[in-house]
Nanobody, 123 residues
Framework: QVQLVESGGGLVQAGGSLKLSCAAS????????IGWFRQAPGKEREFVAT????????DYAEAVKGRSTISKNNAMNTVYLQMSSLKPEDTAVYYC????????????????WGQGTQVTISS
C-alpha cells in the first residue's frame, strides 16, 4: 500500500503561481512514477505531469508544458508541482497518484491516489 497526501491548493489570481506537494508513505519503493492529474467540474480527469522516481524523467501535458515543473525530494518522499502563469482553465481538483508500471499518461495506469487538493484560479 502507498498513501498519498496532497497539499498546497488554494485560490490564486490569474497569472499567479502555486506549488502543490504530494507526500508519499507506505511501500514507496514499489512505485515507478508519481503523477499529477486534475479534474475540473463536468470534465474528465486529465494528465498533468509525471516524474519517474528513480531516474527523474519527467513528462508534461501540452496544456501545462512551459508553465509547470514537477520535481521530487527522495529523502522526504515528496513530489512537487510548481505551476506559474496560472489561467482560469487551470481550476480543478488536483490529484497525485503512484504507478508501479511502465506507462504514465493514463489514469488507469496508476494504482494509488490521494484525496485531491482544490486549485481555483480567479480571472
Amino acid at each position: 500500500q502507498v498513501q498519498l497526501v496532497e497539499s498546497g491548493g488554494g485560490l490564486v489570481q490569474a497569472g499567479g503561481s502555486l506549488k502543490l506537494s504530494c507526500a508519499a508513505s507506505g511501500r514507496t519503493f514499489s512505485y515507478q512514477f508519481i503523477g499529477w492529474f486534475r479534474q475540473a467540474p463536468g470534465k474528465e480527469r486529465e494528465f498533468v505531469a509525471t516524474i519517474r522516481w528513480t531516474s527523474g524523467f519527467t513528462d508534461y501535458a501540452e496544456a501545462v508544458k512551459g508553465r509547470s515543473t514537477i520535481s521530487k525530494n527522495n529523502a522526504m518522499n515528496t513530489v512537487y508541482l510548481q505551476m506559474s502563469s496560472l489561467k482560469p482553465e487551470d481550476t480543478a481538483v488536483y490529484y497525485c497518484a503512484a504507478n508501479s508500471g511502465g506507462r504514465w499518461r493514463r489514469g488507469e495506469d496508476y494504482d494509488y491516489w490521494g484525496q485531491g487538493t482544490q486549485v481555483t484560479i480567479s480571472s
